[in-house]
Nanobody, 127 residues
Framework: QVHLVESGGGLVQSGDSLRLSCAAS????????MGWFRQAPGKEREFVAT????????YYADSVKGRFTISRDNAKNTVYLQMNSLKPEDTAVYYC????????????????????WGPGTQVTVSS
């Protein structure tokens, strides 16, 4: 079992940057594959980025590639999402997710592939 709490959301202008953090407590953090998802009003939750247990491998949605960076600090039990060049279409509630099973080399992108979720943090980008 792991407990996840996101922070760092807020209201910014188009072109600005934000860094989201997700703090984890419970079992050994390094045993989890971590992911970020987002959900805009009236839309389904969508994949944003994922990172392997060691942090050596990452994968991004096409919509954020080149603008967002996922990273983790296993010593601090925290995963980050650095978001640059933000656009109004990035406005959503951002969720941190953890997966404690599966191949170490597989980076999941489906919501059903993660078994722990945080409550989310709101990111609003004004034009």
């Amino acid at each position: 079992q792991v407990h996840l709490v996101e922070s760092g959301g807020g209201l910014v202008q188009s072109g600005d940057s934000l860094r989201l953090s997700c703090a984890a407590s419970g079992r050994t953090f390094s045993s989890y594959v971590m992911g970020w998802f987002r959900q805009a009003p009236g839309k389904e939750r969508e994949f944003v980025a994922t990172i392997s247990r060691s942090g050596s491998n990452t994968y991004y949605a096409d919509s954020v590639k080149g603008r967002f960076t996922i990273s983790r600090d296993n010593a601090k039990n925290t995963v980050y999402l650095q978001m640059n060049s933000l656009k109004p279409e990035d406005t959503a509630v951002y969720y941190c997710a953890a997966r404690d099973y599966g191949d170490s080399y597989y980076l999941p992108t489906g919501t059903y592939e993660y078994n722990f979720w945080g409550p989310g943090t709101q990111v609003t980008v004004s034009s």
